[in-house]
């Protein structure tokens, strides 16, 4: 039987290395946790960007409806309000013509063709 030669040297050197390959692998995933949780922070940073742009365009509209713009340009076009003197134009007839009468046109049906009939026949219901 041969001996193999047992030196401490050795097995330090093989602990040095296999030590080293664990801090090298753990430095790794560390890295990789960095990597993800940065992306995380850019998604989150560009989610509250948003919000907050939001927010303004929503405090905006807020402080335009409770103006007196707004007020008045709804009674004017929605709400059909007058301002005094203003005077409203209200078209009418002249007297004695007839309504006009616009007739609606009726759609010209287009003509089935023969298979169309005999399918229509058998399979519809």
Do not use: C
Not at 24 to 36: A, G
């Amino acid at each position: 039987m041969s001996q193999i030669p047992f030196s401490f040297r050795r097995v330090a050197t093989f602990a040095g290395i296999f030590v080293l390959i664990l801090f090298v692998i753990e430095f790794n995933s560390r890295l990789e946790e960095l990597n993800r949780l940065n992306n995380q922070r850019d998604e989150v940073r560009i989610l509250a960007t948003q919000a907050m742009q939001t927010q303004m365009a929503l405090e905006t509209q807020v402080a335009y409806a409770r103006s007196s713009a707004a007020v008045e340009g709804w009674a004017r076009t929605e709400g059909y309000y007058l301002k005094d003197g203003d005077h409203p134009v209200i078209p009418v007839e002249q007297p004695g013509s007839e309504p006009l009468i616009v007739s609606t046109p009726l759609p010209t049906p287009t003509p089935m063709q023969n298979w169309e009939t005999w399918w229509a026949l058998f399979f519809s219901e």
